[in-house]
């Protein structure tokens, strides 16, 4: 039996000891199925109210899944090197599109965050997260003595995350923009910072997370809400007083797949940003430990795998499978805690899972981005040790 190539051996046999990590696919496969389980069910009487069909957004999230594969299989011909070489060309591209965005954008719910191309709604915000990222990993490399003894070398890509930051806001979208800083502390972190830049940057931040709060009023609400929703249940508490009640309901095993009462037009956004909550109605405690669980495996995978490859000299590679792997584990936190009331609502998708074509195919190229991080490090390893061997 032959095995299929892509560019120069990305698959070589059983026999020779190397292929893609399977678990790591099996994980984010794993998690696209169980979203597009959950979507099904929670999306219902949204298709219905918006297509006059139940299956409207299912539908959509199928095509969704199926253009991710078919992207992921790209990728994953892409060697890092590309990655590395044009990392600044592709944030670049991304500033773009967030100037873009701004100009001929489509507003929905007072936000104007998507592109309309045809059938998918683009949202750059979510190109950006991984192009800032990309372009972060490289900058660590090029200018890693900088930042670990100067202050320019530690200020610099906070500059450039800064107008990403203030293109998001402009949107606005302030959830994405807490997404870049904590992914980038921590990639700043990771490479090496000083503790005093660590904690001036954090008080920095939490400094100007509160000025953006305070300085705008529906932030203030959701700030209010969030600390006591039951005080204004039908304004601006709501929608967690609804998605507290659907955990409520689930108790330990759920109401069981499809039996939700929420999703019928009680919680808004119940197919997107509050999926969590209609798993967590529909499976009980016991379905949101498992997906947590998922979610954290994932996130451990990239850690581990950017360990390993920082551990074996490749530091773009390890730079980069550590940003991801904090990106994704501080969304899924975000995405939880504002569903489960511990955090405010900021307007994330829960990765691999909610509905949302753009979210889905950036999160499933970064899959992608780790797998062949993987596959490059044990290649490479393999053929050093059989030139020992000869």
Request: charged share 15%.
């Amino acid at each position: 039996m032959k095995w299929p190539t892509f560019g120069s051996n990305w698959l070589l046999r059983p026999s020779q000891g190397l292929i893609y990590d399977r678990q790591l696919v099996i994980l984010a496969l794993s998690l696209m199925i169980i979203g597009l389980i959950i979507v099904s069910s929670a999306s219902i009487a949204e298709g219905i109210n918006v297509g006059n069909d139940a299956f409207h957004f299912v539908k959509r999230h199928g095509v969704f899944l199926v253009i991710c594969l078919i992207v992921s299989a790209f990728m994953l011909q892409v060697p890092m090197e590309r990655w590395q070489q044009f990392n600044t060309a592709f944030l670049i591209f991304a500033i773009v599109l967030l100037v873009l965005v701004l100009i001929v954008g489509r507003e929905i719910n007072g936000s104007q965050r998507w592109l309309p191309l045809g059938f998918l709604n683009l949202q750059p915000a979510e190109v950006a997260k991984l192009a800032l990222f990309t372009f972060l990993a490289g900058y660590l490399v090029r200018r890693q003595d900088e930042v670990r003894g100067q202050w320019k070398g530690f200020l610099k890509p906070l500059a450039v995350m800064g107008i990403v930051s203030l293109l998001l806001l402009k949107q606005p979208d302030l959830g994405s923009v807490v997404v870049l800083f904590v992914t980038t502390l921590g990639m700043l972190f990771l490479a090496g910072a000083r503790l005093s830049q660590f904690l001036s940057l954090v008080g920095l931040g939490v400094g100007l997370l509160v000025f953006l709060i305070l300085s705008a009023p529906y932030r203030m609400r959701r700030v209010t809400s969030f600390l006591n929703p039951w005080e204004d249940p039908f304004g601006s508490g709501y929608q967690l007083t609804q998605s507290l009640m659907a955990f409520g309901r689930g108790g330990w095993f759920g109401e069981g797949l499809g039996n939700s009462i929420q999703k019928l037009e009680y919680l808004p956004e119940a197919h997107t940003d509050f999926v969590f909550a209609i798993l967590g109605e529909e499976l009980g405690y016991t379905g949101v430990i498992a997906v947590l669980l998922l979610q954290a495996w994932l996130a451990f995978k990239a850690l581990h795998i950017g360990q390993k490859v920082l551990l074996g000299g490749r530091q773009y590679e390890g730079y980069l499978a550590m940003g991801i792997g904090i990106w994704f584990s501080f969304q899924t936190v975000v995405n939880v805690g504002a569903a489960s009331g511990m955090l405010p609502t900021k307007g994330l998708t829960l990765p691999l899972v909610s509905y949302g074509g753009s979210s889905l195919l950036v999160m499933s190229t970064a899959v992608a981005i780790l797998l062949r991080i993987d596959f490059e490090w044990r290649r490479d390893n393999m053929q050093a040790r059989q030139r020992e061997l000869g």
